[in-house]
């Protein structure tokens, strides 16, 4: 019998935004099997046994119950500890890969979704066990289970034999199963959010008449900017709120209840909660701080609290946050506690702080930048950034999501979401926390190299995500992207009225990778028609100080209808009391008679009041402007870059072949049952044969214990060797003498045995290895991110890597398209061109290698650390190879395989 597979106990969010509790069921459950049985009508009865059946005997429960989760595997569906669903498989015989599979839903509980969850986490289980196909016998009346199978995404084969059809499915993932389950994800999140941030009533639970309380606040602005709504203030010692009937307790209000803002004393969030539950409430915003940010028993309550939450189906904002606001004019909930409302607009924002939160919504509404919904996430104990991206996803309010983070929940579906979102709608980011590094000690180059910085800038490179370091630049870039195209390439035309900021935006622009390209002639002829003698038509075009609204309407249209430039930066510096009003007013019909795709921004120095008269009429067509030439170069190259990632092939993702992939398994299988949980550095037999597994060229190699081994070993190979110990201590060996190259002949070997294995105290064997002549060194490694998982890193090998750091990181896997531009990354890439005469590398062969190392990564997620340094690039056509490595794996825990970090719309059940 197989263990119990606990890392099935998860909370699942269905189709209709509920939540339900599944995981695999036991012998205790006898009772709620029986009691399930019962809530089944006769003919989900019939549909299920194939006959009518009015009840359960005590040994076909004892069948149903008792399982050994690996031939026979079933997992339940619980709503409010009752069970509403069941699925199960049975393999049909021994040593198939094949198993019969059945479902049964509650009949109040169908349609909800709860056979397709069950369905796509049995069949992520049967995977993970060795199975290989689902067959299912389905009665042709029972259209909701078909239903159910065809829209899975697998590959469906379907027979009927004596009025019983016989379905057939393989349970390996394909682009379609993997794409019906991220739209199920995405509509079930949407649905479980809309009474967030539609809801049709409100209660706030402490709502107080004093003003300068949280709750007196927060009540105030909801009320005074119009929610459309009933709004209920629940408060047990006063009668009325703000002149509104206030209700002891939330069970007390006679109308349904469709969110409940709980801004109590933290001793009280609980009862409170318990209250929400038995009235029905569908969402809840805890407001309320003293949970796990203080540790301790806090955290404990905040664990019981979600626990809670979760079980009853409610969705849970907080603890500890500021609310959320939604400025659609349906609904203009002004849920939080901040003393501003900003204006509407289409940017979404969602911060883990609830102070920079107050502070973020008044940079908005001072600079007027218009805002869609925003979320104070606080603890995120339940609602996280990733449900919110899939809430904005399709949110017709919402043109670009911004960000500010502290630290990721789970950051391989923040990956896989923002891959998917960013395609269509910017992602802008403040990470905070940039200056820490890692603090566990590093025993490998790559493990130096890392630190949570590191992978958080990969993994926004490679999910598009624009990462900024302030909240200025952050509403710098979202100003840009929410109001104008992305666009279409680098090139910038500046209009100018003074020759100093132009010369500083040209700078700036450069500095940032984009390019002012040289203006036509007849462009540049065009242009000098509108303007006095004295001024300049090249890029950028000054109009000198005398330039008024008509020169700069003029050589703004023009560079705009040229196709010469995607971009056009106008920047006016004040020489009127008028003037900043008037070019405004002129960009502004510039921008409203323009049809076409290229970008307007303009820089208004020392005048803000421009900024009203660029607003547009016509939503989200307001140009947007700067103080300073460098913040508009710096929002309009990032920019420039989220174009050229959405029009970047993805790529394909790094995979060993199935005769790799075994081989690889067949050699981590048998080692991992005799390594301790740590992990260990493995010897360098077993790095060998992973490598050759995996299909990268290593030198011949042997390990020797004497002298006279040594002699014999290198006299076989017929040429030059290199002499490695093996030691313990010896980590990187070069740094201790641990390594001789190049040794030829008896008296040379003899020596080199001699001195590796005295500049250690702990020898353990000498490795003597076929010497590699020439090539570019380089170093291709993967340490294990706990938050992240595999970090893959390249960069110039050797002994000076981690002084010289000219290294690229990327979450695994990649893709191939990842391999290339890693390579590119690097300053060394040159060297790899032929800089300076030096002979051109293997480039292909090189990406092959980084490629190849993914996949081993894939197949072998035991492995927490590797290096391969040097790896020698040679000529082209000629090839790379590992000259040595190191390895490092760890028996792999149920939840840390891949396909287990990252459940659709599923969160581990809280362990209180």
């Known amino acids: 019998m197989a263990e119990y597979p606990s890392e099935y106990e998860l909370d699942?969010?269905?189709?209709?935004?509920?939540?339900?509790?599944?995981?695999?069921?036991?012998?205790?459950?006898?009772?709620?099997?029986?009691?399930?049985?019962?809530?089944?009508?006769?003919?989900?009865?019939?549909?299920?046994?194939?006959?009518?059946?009015?009840?359960?005997?005590?040994?076909?429960?004892?069948?149903?119950?008792?399982?050994?989760?690996?031939?026979?595997?079933?997992?339940?569906?619980?709503?409010?500890?009752?069970?509403?669903?069941?699925?199960?498989?049975?393999?049909?015989?021994?040593?198939?890969?094949?198993?019969?599979?059945?479902?049964?839903?509650?009949?109040?509980?169908?349609?909800?979704?709860?056979?397709?969850?069950?369905?796509?986490?049995?069949?992520?289980?049967?995977?993970?066990?060795?199975?290989?196909?689902?067959?299912?016998?389905?009665?042709?009346?029972?259209?909701?289970?078909?239903?159910?199978?065809?829209?899975?995404?697998?590959?469906?084969?379907?027979?009927?034999d004596e009025g019983v059809f016989t379905v057939d499915f393989p349970v390996t993932e394909s682009e379609e199963s993997l794409s019906v389950a991220a739209e199920h994800e995405k509509r079930a999140v949407a649905a479980s959010l809309l009474p967030m941030f539609f809801p049709r009533s409100i209660a706030v639970i402490g709502a107080s008449n004093n003003a300068a309380s949280?709750?007196?606040?927060?009540?105030?602005?909801?009320?005074?900017?119009?929610?459309?709504?009933?709004?209920?203030?629940?408060?047990?010692?006063?009668?009325?709120?703000?002149?509104?009937?206030?209700?002891?307790?939330i069970t007390e209000v006679p109308d349904e209840i469709d969110l409940a803002y709980i801004v109590v004393p933290q001793r009280y969030v609980i009862d409170v909660t318990r209250e929400c539950i038995d009235k029905g409430v569908r969402g809840i915003v805890v407001i309320s701080a003293g949970f796990s940010e203080v540790g301790g028993e806090g955290a404990e309550d905040e664990r019981k609290l979600l626990d809670m939450v979760r079980s009853s189906g409610m969705r849970m904002i907080g603890p500890n946050c500021m609310g959320l606001l939604n400025t659609a004019s349906s609904v203009r909930l002004n849920?939080?506690?901040?003393?501003?409302?900003?204006?509407?607009?289409?940017?979404?924002?969602?911060?883990?702080?609830?102070?920079?939160?107050?502070?973020?919504?008044?940079?908005?509404?001072?600079?007027?930048?218009?805002?869609?919904?925003?979320?104070?996430?606080?603890?995120?104990?339940?609602?996280?950034?990733?449900?919110?991206?899939?809430?904005?996803?399709?949110?017709?309010?919402?043109?670009?999501?911004?960000?500010?983070?502290?630290?990721?929940?789970?950051?391989?579906?923040?990956?896989?979401?923002?891959?998917?979102?960013?395609?269509?709608?910017?992602?802008?980011?403040?990470?905070?926390?940039?200056?820490?590094?890692?603090?566990?000690?590093?025993?490998?180059?790559?493990?130096?190299l890392a630190s949570s910085d590191v992978a958080v800038d990969a993994l926004?490179?490679?999910?598009?995500?624009?990462?900024?370091?302030?909240?200025?630049?952050?509403?710098?870039?979202?100003?840009?992207?929410?109001?104008?195209?992305?666009?279409?390439?680098?090139?910038?035309?500046?209009?100018?009225?003074?020759?100093?900021?132009?010369?500083?935006?040209?700078?700036?622009?450069?500095?940032?990778?984009?390019?002012?390209?040289?203006?036509?002639?007849?462009?540049?002829?065009?242009?000098?028609?509108?303007?006095?003698?004295?001024?300049?038509?090249?890029?950028?075009?000054?109009?000198?100080?005398?330039?008024?609204?008509?020169?700069?309407?003029?050589?703004?249209?023009?560079?705009?209808?040229?196709?010469?430039v995607d971009s056009v930066m106008v920047i006016y510096v004040p020489v009127s009391p008028e003037g900043a009003r008037d070019v405004a007013a002129a960009l502004r019909r510039c921008q409203d008679s323009y049809g076409g795709e290229a970008t307007l921004l303009s820089v208004f120095m020392q005048a803000a009041e421009a900024s009203s008269f660029l607003a547009g009429e016509e939503p989200h067509r307001t140009i947007p402007t700067y103080t300073f030439p460098e913040a508009a170069a710096l929002a309009l190259a990032r920019a420039v870059r989220h174009g050229i990632w959405r029009q970047r092939d993805p790529g394909i993702e790094a995979r060993l072949d199935d005769h790799a992939v075994e081989e690889v398994r067949a050699i981590v299988d048998g080692l991992v049952p005799d390594i301790p949980e740590e992990g260990v550095w493995l010897e360098p037999g077993d790095v060998d044969r992973l490598l050759q597994a995996a299909g990268l060229r290593i030198p011949r190699t042997a390990t020797v214990d004497s002298a006279d081994e040594a002699v014999a070993t290198a006299e076989s190979f017929g040429g030059p060797v290199v002499l490695k110990v093996i030691s313990p201590s010896a980590l990187h060996k070069s740094d201790v003498g641990g390594v001789v190259l190049d040794v030829q002949g008896e008296e040379e070997v003899r020596e080199a045995y001699k001195s590796v294995t005295t500049a250690v105290d702990d020898p353990d064997g000498v490795l003597v290895q076929e010497f590699i002549e020439g090539g570019h060194e380089v170093l291709i490694g993967m340490t294990q991110d706990p938050n992240f998982g595999p970090l893959v890193v390249y960069g110039l090998g050797g002994v000076y890597v981690e002084l010289?750091?000219?290294?690229?990181?990327?979450?695994?896997?990649?893709?191939?398209?990842?391999?290339?531009?890693?390579?590119?990354?690097?300053?060394?890439?040159?060297?790899?061109?032929?800089y300076r005469n030096q002979p051109v590398g293997d480039v292909a062969a090189l990406e092959e290698s980084l490629?190849?190392?993914?996949?081993?990564?894939?197949?072998?997620?035991?492995?927490?650390?590797?290096?391969?340094?040097?790896?020698?690039?040679?000529?082209?056509?000629?090839?790379?190879?590992?000259?040595?490595?190191?390895?490092?794996?760890?028996?792999?825990?149920?939840?840390?395989?891949?396909?287990?970090?990252?459940?659709p719309a599923t969160e581990p059940i809280p362990q209180i």
């Open 460 to 564: 926004f490179r490679q999910a598009g995500v624009i990462r900024v370091d302030t909240i200025e630049e952050l509403f710098d870039a979202a100003s840009l992207l929410a109001n104008q195209p992305i666009p279409a390439g680098s090139r910038v035309g500046i209009v100018t009225n003074a020759g100093g900021p132009g010369i500083l935006a040209a700078d700036a622009l450069e500095a940032n990778g984009l390019e002012l390209p040289e203006l036509s002639e007849g462009l540049r002829q065009e242009i000098q028609s509108h303007l006095p003698p004295e001024a300049s038509t090249r890029n950028p075009v000054d109009l000198i100080a005398s330039g008024g609204p008509e020169q700069f309407e003029a050589a703004t249209r023009l560079l705009l209808d040229s196709g010469e």
């Open 214 to 249: 949280i709750g007196g606040k927060l009540f105030h602005n909801i009320l005074s900017t119009g929610f459309t709504g009933p709004l209920y203030p629940v408060n047990p010692t006063s009668r009325v709120v703000n002149s509104v009937k206030a209700y002891t307790s």
């Open 12 to 160: 699942a969010v269905l189709r209709d935004g509920g939540v339900v509790r599944i995981r695999p069921i036991k012998p205790e459950d006898s009772d709620l099997i029986v009691r399930f049985f019962e809530t089944l009508g006769p003919e989900s009865r019939y549909f299920r046994f194939f006959k009518l059946k009015k009840s359960l005997d005590p040994e076909e429960v004892r069948y149903f119950t008792n399982v050994d989760y690996e031939d026979r595997m079933a997992l339940i569906a619980l709503h409010e500890d009752e069970m509403v669903g069941i699925a199960s498989y049975d393999i049909e015989g021994d040593d198939s890969e094949d198993a019969e599979v059945a479902f049964a839903v509650a009949d109040a509980h169908q349609g909800r979704g709860i056979g397709t969850k069950l369905l796509q986490l049995l069949t992520n289980r049967a995977r993970s066990t060795g199975l290989n196909r689902f067959r299912a016998y389905v009665l042709p009346e029972n259209r909701q289970m078909m239903r159910v199978f065809r829209n899975s995404g697998y590959e469906l084969t379907r027979t009927i």
């Open 335 to 448: 849920g939080t506690f901040a003393p501003v409302y900003p204006p509407a607009g289409n940017v979404a924002m969602s911060s883990q702080s609830g102070a920079l939160g107050i502070a973020i919504l008044d940079y908005a509404t001072r600079n007027n930048i218009g805002i869609s919904q925003f979320v104070s996430v606080g603890n995120k104990a339940d609602v996280s950034g990733n449900d919110l991206l899939l809430a904005w996803e399709d949110d017709p309010e919402t043109d670009v999501i911004t960000l500010y983070v502290e630290s990721f929940g789970n950051p391989m579906r923040f990956s896989r979401l923002a891959r998917r979102i960013g395609r269509r709608k910017p992602i802008i980011a403040v990470k905070s926390g940039r200056s820490a590094a890692g603090s566990r000690a590093a025993s490998s180059h790559t493990g130096a």
């Open 851 to 903: 490629l190849r190392v993914s996949g081993l990564i894939s197949a072998a997620p035991e492995l927490v650390e590797m290096d391969l340094n040097p790896v020698k690039v040679h000529e082209p056509g000629k090839g790379a190879v590992v000259v040595d490595a190191r390895m490092r794996i760890r028996p792999l825990k149920p939840t840390e395989r891949r396909e287990m970090r990252d459940l």
């Open 804 to 834: 010289l750091r000219d290294v690229a990181f990327r979450i695994h896997p990649l893709t191939d398209v990842d391999a290339s531009e890693m390579v590119r990354d690097t300053k060394g890439y040159k060297l790899l061109e032929g």
